[in-house]
C-alpha cells in the first residue's frame, strides 16, 4: 500500500518535469525569446548569468602565479598592445564612448575607470568570455608574457590622466613589433618592412590589424 503511494508521486513529479521540458522547448523553438543586444535581460536573468560567470572566473583564476605588475618594461609593452587592441571596447582615459561600445551587450566595462583583480583580468584576456564579445587572445597568439604586459598595463590605467596616457602609448613599441622581441635587450629601432614578411606573429591574427597606437586616440570624441 505504501509502496504504491509512493510510485504514483514519482509518476506526477516526472509528468511534471517533462510538461516544464516540453514547456521550455515550445518556447525555445517559437521564436518567442528576443535575441536582439538592443533587448536587455531581466534583472534577476543578468543577475544570474553575472553569478555564472563570475564563479567560473574565479574558479579557474584563483591559483593563477602573478609575475612582477610594476616592471615598467611590462607596463610600456602593455601599453601599446592595449591602445592596438582594446580601447573600441573598452576606453581610453579621458574618453567615455566609442561607436562599438554603445550597442554592446554586455557592455564592456570601461577599464581606464574600474580596476580589475589581476588573476581574473589575466584568464578573461587569455580565455575570453562566451556568448559576449570578449576575445580569447590567448587564442589570436598572445603568449602568456603578452598577455600579463596588458595586466599589467591596465593595473596602472584607472587614474591616469589623458596625457599620461597619450604619452605612455607614444612611447610603446608597436604592437608587432613586440611579439618578435624575445631576446629583451633588442631595441625597437628597426625599421618596419622586411622583417614583417617573416614575421608568423603578424599573420596569426589577420583580422585584426594592428593600429598605430596614435589613430585610437586622435578618432575618438
Ligand atoms: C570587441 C570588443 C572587445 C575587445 C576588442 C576587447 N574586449 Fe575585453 N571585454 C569585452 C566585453 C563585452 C567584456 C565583458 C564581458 C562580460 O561582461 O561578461 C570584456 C571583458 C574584459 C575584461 C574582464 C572585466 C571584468 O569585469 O572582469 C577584461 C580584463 C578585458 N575585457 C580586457 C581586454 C583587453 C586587455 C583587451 C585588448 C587586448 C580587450 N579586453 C579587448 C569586449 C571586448
Redesign the pocket.
Known amino acids: 500500500m505504501k509502496m504504491k503511494k509512493h510510485t504514483e508521486h514519482v509518476i506526477v513529479v516526472v509528468a511534471v518535469l517533462a510538461l516544464i521540458g516540453a514547456g521550455l522547448g515550445f518556447y525555445a523553438y517559437s521564436g518567442l525569446y528576443n535575441i536582439g543586444a538592443d533587448s536587455h535581460h531581466w534583472p534577476i536573468t543578468y543577475n544570474f ?2 553569478m555564472v ?2 564563479r567560473s ?1 574565479h574558479v579557474r583564476s584563483e591559483n593563477i602565479k602573478v609575475p612582477n605588475l610594476n616592471d615598467p618594461k611590462l607596463i610600456l609593452k ?1 601599453a601599446g ?2 591602445a ?7 576606453l581610453e582615459p579621458g574618453v567615455n564612448h566609442s561607436e ?2 554603445v550597442g ?1 551587450y ?4 570601461n ?1 581606464s575607470k ?1 580596476h ?2 589581476p588573476q ?3 584568464w ?2 587569455k580565455h ?2 562566451k ?5 580569447a ?1 590567448g587564442m589570436a597568439g ?1 603568449d602568456d608574457e603578452t ?1 600579463w604586459s ?2 599589467a ?2 593595473e596602472k590605467l584607472p587614474g591616469m590622466t589623458p596625457q599620461q596616457y597619450k604619452a605612455i602609448v607614444a612611447k610603446a613599441p608597436p604592437d608587432e613589433d613586440m611579439d618578435m622581441d624575445d631576446d629583451g635587450g633588442h631595441a625597437h629601432t628597426h625599421a618596419h618592412g622586411a622583417e614583417h614578411a617573416a614575421a608568423p606573429a603578424s599573420s596569426a591574427m589577420p583580422n585584426v590589424p594592428a593600429m598605430p597606437a596614435s589613430a585610437g586616440t586622435s578618432a575618438s570624441h
Open positions: 548569468a553575472q560567470r563570475n572566473i602593455g598592445q592595449y592596438a587592441m582594446c580601447t573600441s571596447c573598452h562599438l561600445r554592446m554586455p557592455q564592456p566595462p577599464l574600474v580589475i583583480d581574473d583580468a589575466f578573461v584576456i575570453g568570455i556568448m559576449s564579445a570578449m576575445p587572445w598572445h598577455i596588458m595586466v598595463f591596465i
